[in-house]
């Protein structure tokens, strides 16, 4: 395996999965928890309290599965640690959990990409756009400075959150994939508003077509927001996967 680098001080275990299971965790934040499960004990730290936590993540099927830059999961990292603590802890390894880690072992290149995240994300992208465009660009064509800066401050709500949140993923740049992911949800939230106020108070007025406009923009956001926050990105080219098969759990002694 790759030479292990330091964490910081301050980062625990614990600390490392809630960073993980936060919305917007990106690629760093995996590589970050599979380091910390590969360093030895801490001080103060029981090989008891470590076997427990590693298999709570064997256990947490919304972490076991994401995978680091180099194409390990987090479940085949849990399971060598546990085997690398010796008898009688790798003996609490799942039969499940060693076959499933040794069938993902040396698995690289292109990892799955929130296709359904990006769709809806897009559907409500291209409504937005075709109502707030033309007269963005109206005001962006005008002689006069302030209907230029409107215009211009209006294309960058336009198009800047959904930008910002699947740049931010493909980047893996964490602060701006979140602040996209928040804006997306405000957007939404803002499209689907005077749906709601409508369906409240006035149900009999309501139009077909405009209420079809604004599900749309407002789901598509709300969607998208919700299925991206988590992606699962390119891995860096170039790092290759370490195809090391985890060992075989000591038999116990006699």
């Known amino acids: 395996m790759e030479t292990l680098t330091p964490l910081p001080s301050a980062a625990t275990l614990p600390s490392l999965l809630k960073e993980v299971r936060s919305p917007?965790?990106?690629?760093?934040?995996?590589?970050?928890?599979?380091?910390?499960?590969?360093?030895?004990?801490?001080?103060?730290?029981?090989?008891?309290?470590?076997a427990?936590?590693?298999?709570?993540?064997?256990?947490?099927?919304?972490?076991?599965?994401?995978?680091?830059?180099?194409?390990h999961s987090v479940r085949a990292v849990a399971v060598q640690a546990l085997l690398d603590l010796g008898y009688p802890y790798a003996l609490e390894v799942p039969p499940e959990a060693l076959d499933a880690a040794r069938g993902s072992r040396g698995k690289t290149g292109v990892q799955k990409i929130p296709i359904a995240g990006l769709?809806?994300?897009?559907?409500?992208?291209?409504?937005?756009?075709?109502?707030?465009?033309?007269?963005?660009?109206?005001?962006?064509s005008s002689d006069r400075t302030e209907h230029s800066t409107v215009g211009l401050v209006l294309l960058m709500l336009l198009l800047g959150p959904a930008l910002s949140a699947v740049l931010g993923g493909w980047w893996r740049?964490?602060?701006?994939?979140?602040?996209?992911?928040?804006?997306?949800?405000?957007?939404?939230a803002l499209w689907l508003t005077p749906l709601a106020?409508?369906?409240?108070?006035?149900?009999?007025?309501?139009?077909?077509?405009?209420?079809?406009t604004l599900l749309s923009a407002g789901l598509?956001?709300?969607?998208?927001?919700?299925l991206t926050r988590r992606p699962e990105w390119l891995v860096e080219e170039g790092t290759p996967a370490d195809k090391k098969?985890?060992?075989?759990?000591?038999?116990?002694?006699?």
Do not use: C, Y
């Open 24 to 50: 917007g965790v990106v690629k760093a934040d995996v590589d970050a928890l599979l380091r910390g499960l590969a360093l030895p004990l801490a001080e103060g730290e029981t090989p008891r309290a470590r």
């Open 52 to 71: 427990d936590f590693l298999l709570s993540l064997l256990e947490s099927d919304d972490v076991n599965d994401m995978q680091g830059t180099d194409g």
């Open 119 to 140: 769709i809806a994300t897009f559907v409500g992208l291209a409504v937005q756009s075709v109502k707030g465009l033309p007269p963005a660009f109206q005001l962006l």
């Open 173 to 188: 740049i964490r602060w701006l994939q979140s602040l996209g992911l928040l804006m997306m949800t405000l957007t939404g």
């Open 197 to 212: 106020v409508q369906l409240v108070f006035h149900p009999w007025r309501l139009d077909f077509s405009e209420s079809i």
């Open 220 to 226: 598509g956001f709300l969607l998208g927001a919700f």
């Open 245 to 254: 098969a985890p060992a075989q759990a000591p038999p116990p002694p006699p």
